[in-house]
């Protein structure tokens, strides 16, 4: 009798030093039990929408990010207030950014800059929140260099083109952790991930940090890894059509 794969099951792991680098004083935190309060907040023009950074290893220093309007009638959400200095007060000066909408690109790009993480010495470069309409995506994403180095991107949906979607109250707000230490998590990009018998299929994946929703998952780029040291590794776990267990082992060899 021949076989036939019956049930598949798809099980990715890093391997090597990705997975064991150390972490320093990295804490996991349980979203749920985070504390919602704002300090002070300005005055909105628009109704404004929230989202959570955690910016720090030990998850306690945290910036809320506000997206409001530059006017009232506006159809974009062109102005972020973001807390740089984590103290829960977005009315200070130096806390308000103003984006801009290129009309010919259809995307919106709102520059923050370099966040410091006060009493240590962990500055991070780069931030910027993003939509990106052109290409049909939903909601607000950022990029930003973690430590002045590692490149980190989100929120993202796995398997779906909406991106992070910030909530009309602090206490739906999205956290978004975006770092590359702790319990990383693998997310397909694609929405149908079905193998087919017979039939060679690409899997995208990307290697990141669950948020506290679905679509504020942080991804690492691709130089994250360390060639020939770090390695992302699939299992494939089937039955035959006998019902027998079939084992298979990959390693991921491409990246975008």
């Not at 010495?121 to 049909?136: D, F, I, K, N, Q």
């Not at 770092?179 to 017979?198: E, R, Y």
Request: hydrophobic letters at 40%.
């Amino acid at each position: 009798m021949g076989t036939a794969i019956t049930l598949l099951y798809l099980a990715a792991a890093l391997l090597g030093q990705a997975a064991d680098r150390p972490t320093g004083s990295f804490a996991e935190v349980d979203y749920a039990k985070l504390d919602r309060s704002i300090a002070k907040e300005p005055r909105y023009l628009a109704e404004p929408r929230y989202a959570l950074f955690i910016l720090d290893p030990a998850g306690e220093f945290r910036a809320w990010a506000v997206l409001d309007k530059s006017e009232v009638k506006s159809p974009h959400y062109d102005v972020v207030y973001f807390d740089k200095d984590g103290d829960g007060d977005l009315a200070e000066p130096g806390e308000r950014f103003v984006g801009e909408y290129n009309e010919q690109a259809k995307n919106l790009t709102i520059v923050v800059g370099d966040v410091a993480v006060p009493g240590t010495g962990l500055g991070h470069t780069g931030l910027r929140l993003m939509t990106a309409e052109s290409h049909g995506y939903k909601g607000t994403f950022f990029m930003m260099k973690w430590g002045g180095q590692q490149d980190v991107s989100g929120g993202y949906t796995s398997g779906s083109t909406d991106l992070t979607a910030y909530a009309p109250s602090p206490e739906a707000a999205p956290v978004l952790r975006p770092t590359p230490l702790g319990l990383l998590t693998i997310a397909f990009w694609q929405s149908d991930v079905t193998l087919k018998f017979g039939r060679p299929t690409e899997i995208q994946v990307g290697i990141g940090k669950e948020g506290s929703t679905p679509d504020a998952f942080c991804a690492l780029s691709e130089h994250f890894l360390v060639p020939g040291e770090d390695m992302i590794v699939a299992n494939l776990i089937a039955r035959d059509g006998d019902g027998k267990p079939l084992r298979a082992r990959t390693e991921f060899k491409k990246h975008c």
